[in-house]
T-cell receptor
Framework: KNQVEQSPQSLIILEGKNCTLQ??????????LRWYKQDTGRGPVSLTI?????NTKSNGRYTATLDADTKQSSLHITASQLSDSASYIC????????????????FGQGTILTVHP | GAVVSQHPSWVICKSGTSVKIECRSL??????MFWYRQFPKQSLMLMAT?????????EQGVEKDKFLINHASLTLSTLTVTSAHPEDSSFYIC????????????FGPGTRLTVT
C-alpha cells in the first residue's frame, strides 16, 4: 500500500533557529516528491518538487533532500521566521507504471511547525 | 506559477440544503481537476478526479450522488454537496492540472463548509 509518513507530528522552535522535517514513503512506482506549505485555512503551496535523479533542491530558506534508495526525504528550514508557522506536507506522485493510480498524489499527515518569537 | 481560485472561501448552510463550490483555473487550462476534503489536523483526502467533458471518477467510499462534480469547461469545475449534513462540514480544496500547468497540480485556497 502506498504510504507517506512524516515526522515529527509537530515541532516548536524559536525564531531564527533551523529545523529539519522528515518524510518516509513506500509509494511505487515513484514519479516525484513534493513538499508543500499549508497555512491554516488555506490551500497547499508548493515549495519544492524533486524527481528520482535529484538529490537536493532549494527554494530560498527551504532545502529539500531526496534519497530514492532509502525512500526518504527531508525539508530543512534555515533562519526560521514567524511566518514559517504552518503545516508542511510531503506528497509523493505515483509513476507511469502505476496503472490506474498513475499521477495520483499520496499525502503525508503533515508536520505542524510553530515558530515562537 | 499557475493560479487556481475557489468561491466561496467559506459558506454556512442549513442541514438538508445543497451548496455549490466553484473552482477556476485563472491562467491555464485545467484538463483535469481534483477535489479533496480535509478534516481538522488531517491531511488532504482525494474525493474525485474529473476530466473536462467527462464524468468524474470518485474514490472508494465517496458518494457520487451526494457530491456532484461538473467539469464543463477547461477553466471551471464545480462541486455540489447535496442534502448537506453536519458531518459534511469540512475544508474542501480543488486542484487543477493540464496544459500550461504541465502535470503539476495547482491547489486552490480552499472552501470552508459548515453545515448547521
Amino acid at each position: 500500500k502506498n504510504q507517506v509518513e512524516q515526522s515529527p507530528q509537530s515541532l516548536i522552535i524559536l525564531e531564527g533557529k533551523n529545523c529539519t522535517l522528515q518524510c518516509n514513503y513506500t509509494v511505487s512506482p515513484f514519479s516525484n516528491l513534493r513538499w508543500y506549505k499549508q497555512d491554516t485555512g488555506r490551500g497547499p503551496v508548493s515549495l519544492t518538487i524533486m524527481t528520482f535523479s535529484e538529490n537536493t533542491k532549494s527554494n530560498g530558506r527551504y532545502t529539500a533532500t531526496l534519497d530514492a534508495d532509502t525512500k526518504q526525504s527531508s525539508l530543512h528550514i534555515t533562519a526560521s521566521q514567524l511566518s514559517d508557522s504552518a503545516s508542511y506536507i510531503c506528497v509523493v506522485r505515483v509513476g507511469y507504471a502505476g496503472g490506474t493510480s498513475y499521477g495520483k498524489l499520496t499525502f503525508g499527515q503533515g508536520t505542524i511547525l510553530t515558530v515562537h518569537p | 506559477g499557475a493560479v487556481v481560485s475557489q468561491h466561496p472561501s467559506w459558506v454556512i448552510c442549513k442541514s438538508g440544503t445543497s451548496v455549490k463550490i466553484e473552482c477556476r483555473s485563472l491562467d491555464f487550462q485545467a484538463t483535469t481537476m481534483f477535489w479533496y476534503r480535509q478534516f481538522p489536523k488531517q491531511s488532504l483526502m482525494l474525493m474525485a478526479t474529473s476530466n473536462e467533458g467527462s464524468k468524474a471518477t470518485y474514490e472508494q467510499g465517496v458518494e457520487k450522488d451526494k457530491f456532484l462534480i461538473n467539469h464543463a469547461s477547461l477553466t471551471l469545475s464545480t462541486l455540489t454537496v447535496t442534502s448537506a449534513h453536519p458531518e459534511d462540514s469540512s475544508f474542501y480544496i480543488c486542484s487543477g492540472s493540464g496544459t500550461g500547468g504541465g502535470y503539476e497540480q495547482y491547489f486552490g485556497p480552499g472552501t470552508r463548509l459548515t453545515v448547521t
